[in-house]
C-alpha cells in the first residue's frame, strides 16, 4: 500500500526507495516484528484468560511435557495478524500472487483457529475431523491454483481494475503457470496442463500439514519456517526479476517478486513470536499458525515455480512428515512401531535428548538444507 509514494517522487525525492523491494521486505520485517512485539503480552494474557487449562497435553508422551499444562495456544493469531497487516502496508497491491498466497495463508489460518477452538473447549486431541479438514484445504488450495494460472497469463496489471481481470483471466492449459521445473537442470520443463491443479494443492496442502506436524517443541517450528521463508524470499525476488531469472535459467514469474515483501514479514513476526515461544514457551502456536505458516511456503513454491525444491528447503518438515506416515503403516500392517514415537523430534526424545537438544539440531538441519536448497540457482 505505501508503493503510492513512489507518486509523489517528483515532490520528494528519497520516496523512491518505496520502489525497492529489498527495502519494502525489510520494512515489512521490521513492521511485523514490532506489532507482534507490542500486541504479543495483551494477547498472550487474554487467550490464557479464554482458554484456561490451555491446551491439551499428551499423557502418553514425553513425561517432560506434562509441566507445559496450562500454557495457552492459538499464537498463530499473533504471526498472522503480524504478517496480514505488514504485507498490505508494505508490499504491492497491484501483485495478484500477493493476494492469492494471503488468501491461502489466512484461509488455512482459520482452520487451525478451528481446529485449536475445537481442541481447547473439549480438552481433547480430537479437533476437527481429519476428512473435513482436508477437504477444505484442498478446496482453498484448488482455488488459488486456478487464479495462479488466470494471473500467469494475464497482461501487465497496472490498476486494481487490471489486477480483478488477472484472478479471472481467460487461460489455456500451457499456461506458465502449469509447467513443472526441476532443480540442477537448466531448461527442462514438464507442462502439466489441467494436472497442474491437483498438484499445486497437493504440494500446498503437503506443506501446511507437514510444517503442523513439525509444531511440537517449544521453538521448534517457527524457526525453520523463518528459514525457508528467507530461502524463498530471495528465490522469489529472484524469480519476479528477468535479468536475475534469466541470468540463472529459472522460470520468470512476473509480479512474484513482490512475495519477497510477505516473506520478510514471515521473518519479522517470527522472531517476534520466538521471544514468546522460546523454552519455556509463554504460548504456543497452534493449528492455527503451523497450518497457515505451511500452506503460505506451499503457495509461495507453487507461485515461483519452485515446488520440487520446497522438498529440499523444507525437508525436515518431509522428514516430520514421513516419519508419522512411516509409522501409521508399519503399526497397521504389521502391528509394530518402527519409531518409538511420531512424529520424529518425539522419537528422539524418547531417546533421551534434551528438548532443547532436538530443537537446536533440527534448527542447523533446516538451515543446511535451505544452503542446498540455494545451491539449485546456480549448479545447473
Request: proline share 4%; aromatic share 12%; glycine share 10%.
Amino acid at each position: 500500500m505505501l508503493t503510492w509514494l513512489t507518486d509523489l517522487t517528483h515532490y520528494f525525492n528519497a520516496l523512491n526507495v518505496f520502489r525497492y523491494i529489498t527495502f519494502r521486505a525489510a520494512g515489512a520485517s521490521a513492521t511485523a516484528l514490532a506489532i507482534v512485539a507490542f500486541f504479543g503480552p495483551g494477547m498472550i494474557a487474554a487467550l490464557r484468560l479464554k482458554q484456561g487449562k490451555g491446551q491439551p497435553i499428551r499423557t502418553d508422551g514425553p513425561q517432560s511435557h506434562l509441566a507445559k499444562r496450562g500454557t495457552p495456544t492459538m499464537g498463530g493469531l499473533m504471526i498472522l495478524f503480524g504478517v496480514a497487516l505488514s504485507t498490505i502496508l508494505w508490499a504491492n497491491p497491484k501483485s495478484a500472487y500477493v493476494w492469492i498466497v494471503l488468501f491461502v495463508t489466512l484461509g488455512f489460518g482459520a482452520i487451525g483457529f478451528y481446529d485449536d477452538y475445537l481442541k481447547v473447549t473439549k480438552q481433547s486431541h480430537a479437533g476437527f475431523s481429519g476428512r473435513s479438514r482436508l477437504a477444505i484445504e484442498a478446496g482453498i488450495a484448488m482455488l488459488a491454483a486456478y487464479f495462479m494460472m488466470c494471473a500467469s497469463v494475464a497482461p501487465p496489471v497496472t490498476s486494481f481494475a487490471d489486477l480483478a481481470s488477472a484472478l479471472v483471466a481467460p487461460f489455456h492449459t500451457a499456461a506458465p503457470a502449469t509447467k513443472l521445473a526441476a532443480p540442477f537442470v537448466n531448461g527442462w520443463l514438464i507442462d502439466l496442463g489441467w494436472f497442474f491443479i491437483p498438484f499445486a494443492a497437493l504440494v500446498i496442502v503437503g506443506a501446511g500439514n507437514a510444517v503442523n506436524l513439525t509444531d511440537g517443541l517449544d521453538g521448534l517450528a517457527i524457526v525453520p519456517v523463518m528459514i525457508a521463508s528467507a530461502t524463498f524470499g530471495i528465490i522469489a525476488y529472484l524469480a519476479g526479476n528477468f535479468i536475475y531469472a534469466h541470468y540463472l535459467g529459472i522460470n520468470h514469474v512476473t509480479g512474484a517478486g513482490e512475495l519477497t515483501v510477505m516473506a520478510g514479514a514471515v521473518l519479522g513476526a517470527g522472531l517476534g513470536f520466538l521471544w514468546f515461544n522460546a523454552p519455556p514457551a509463554q504460548i504456543f502456536m497452534g493449528d492455527t499458525g503451523s497450518l497457515a505458516l505451511g500452506g503460505m511456503l506451499g503457495a509461495i513454491s507453487v507461485a515461483i515455480k519452485h515446488e520440487i525444491v520446497l522438498a529440499i528447503v523444507g525437508g525436515l518438515f518431509v522428514m516430520e512428515a514421513v516419519s508419522v506416515i512411516v509409522q501409521v503403516v508399519s503399526f497397521k500392517t504389521t502391528g509394530k512401531r518402527v519409531f518409538k514415537m511420531a512424529p520424529i523430534h518425539h522419537h528422539f526424545e524418547q531417546l533421551g535428548w534434551a528438548e532443547p537438544q532436538v530443537v537446536v539440531r533440527f534448527w542447523i538441519i533446516a538451515f543446511v538444507l535451505a544452503l542446498i536448497g540455494l545451491t539449485t540457482l546456480k549448479v545447473r
